[in-house]
C-alpha cells in the first residue's frame, strides 16, 4: 500500500484536525513510521498542543512526535544551524519599536501601524525586500520603505539575532537555499510532514 500526499479542504470545526491525528497513529501504527520520522506542523501553540493531547491519547505512552508551529520550527533550525544566536521579540515588541520610530519621525500622519504592519508582512512572507525602492511609488510606500529600514536597523542595533515572527520565517528560507546539506538532512529526518491550516 503507497502512502500518498494529500490535501483536505474544509471548514472550521469540521474535523481536519482529528484527520491529521489519526492519520499520524495509522502511520506509526501500520506502517511502523518512528515518531521521530514524523512532523505535524499548525499556525498557534494552542493548536499544537490540541495535536499533542490527541495524539497521546490515541498512542498511549508512545514517545510524541514533533507538532509545534511554522514560527517555533523556524526558530528550532535557525538556533541548531544559523550562523548567529536567536532571540525573538513578539508582536507586543514589535509594535513598540514601530510606534517609537513612527513618533521619532513625526510620520504619523502618514503612516498607520496597521496598514504598515499589513503592507511588511506581505512583503516579508513573500521574501520580497521591503526596502527595495522602485518607480513612481507614492509618499506613503515611500515612507513605508524608510521605516521598515529604520526597524532593521533598530533590531540590529539591539543586538544580533534579534528576529520577529517575521525574520524566523525569512531567515529559514534563506538558511535552507543556502544549504542542500541541511535540507537533505532534514528530508531524511522528517519523512510525513502534516500541516493543520489551509492558509499555512
Given at each position: 500500500?503507497?502512502?500518498?500526499?494529500?490535501?483536505l479542504?474544509?471548514?472550521a470545526?469540521s474535523?481536519k484536525?482529528?484527520?491529521?491525528?489519526?492519520?499520524?497513529?495509522?502511520?506509526m501504527?501500520?506502517f511502523k513510521?518512528?515518531?521521530?520520522n514524523?512532523?505535524?506542523?499548525?499556525?498557534?501553540k494552542?493548536?499544537a498542543?490540541e495535536?499533542?493531547?490527541r495524539?497521546?491519547s490515541l498512542l498511549?505512552s508512545?514517545?510524541?512526535?514533533k507538532?509545534?508551529?511554522f514560527?517555533s520550527l523556524s526558530?528550532?533550525?535557525?538556533?541548531a544551524f544559523?550562523?548567529?544566536p536567536?532571540?525573538?521579540?513578539d508582536?507586543?515588541?514589535?509594535?513598540?519599536i514601530?510606534?517609537m520610530?513612527?513618533?521619532?519621525?513625526?510620520?504619523?500622519e502618514?503612516?498607520?501601524?496597521k496598514?504598515f504592519?499589513?503592507?511588511l508582512n506581505y512583503?516579508?512572507s513573500?521574501?520580497?525586500?521591503?526596502?527595495e525602492?522602485?518607480?513612481n511609488?507614492?509618499e506613503t510606500?515611500?515612507?513605508y520603505?524608510?521605516?521598515?529600514?529604520?526597524?532593521r536597523?533598530a533590531?540590529?542595533?539591539?543586538?544580533?539575532?534579534?528576529?520577529?515572527?517575521?525574520?524566523l520565517?525569512?531567515?529559514?528560507?534563506?538558511?535552507?537555499e543556502s544549504?542542500p546539506?541541511?535540507v537533505?538532512?532534514i528530508h531524511n529526518?522528517?519523512?510525513?510532514?502534516l500541516?493543520d491550516?489551509?492558509q499555512?
Amino acid at each position: 500500500s503507497i502512502i500518498r500526499n494529500v490535501l483536505l479542504v474544509a471548514g472550521a470545526g469540521s474535523g481536519k484536525t482529528r484527520v491529521i491525528v489519526h492519520r499520524i497513529a495509522y502511520l506509526m501504527k501500520h506502517f511502523k513510521v518512528a515518531p521521530r520520522n514524523i512532523l505535524a506542523l499548525t499556525f498557534t501553540k494552542k493548536a499544537a498542543l490540541e495535536m499533542k493531547t490527541r495524539t497521546m491519547s490515541l498512542l498511549g505512552s508512545k514517545k510524541p512526535v514533533k507538532m509545534t508551529t511554522f514560527h517555533s520550527l523556524s526558530a528550532d533550525l535557525l538556533r541548531a544551524f544559523g550562523p548567529t544566536p536567536v532571540e525573538v521579540i513578539d508582536e507586543n515588541d514589535k509594535n513598540k519599536i514601530l510606534r517609537m520610530l513612527i513618533k521619532e519621525k513625526d510620520a504619523g500622519e502618514v503612516i498607520k501601524l496597521k496598514e504598515f504592519n499589513k503592507w511588511l508582512n506581505y512583503h516579508r512572507s513573500k521574501c520580497i525586500d521591503p526596502e527595495e525602492r522602485l518607480q513612481n511609488e507614492s509618499e506613503t510606500v515611500s515612507a513605508y520603505r524608510d521605516l521598515a529600514k529604520s526597524y532593521r536597523l533598530a533590531k540590529e542595533k539591539i543586538g544580533q539575532g534579534v528576529f520577529d515572527f517575521d525574520d524566523l520565517l525569512e531567515k529559514v528560507v534563506t538558511l535552507l537555499e543556502s544549504n542542500p546539506r541541511l535540507v537533505t538532512t532534514i528530508h531524511n529526518r522528517w519523512r510525513y510532514i502534516l500541516v493543520d491550516e489551509y492558509q499555512d
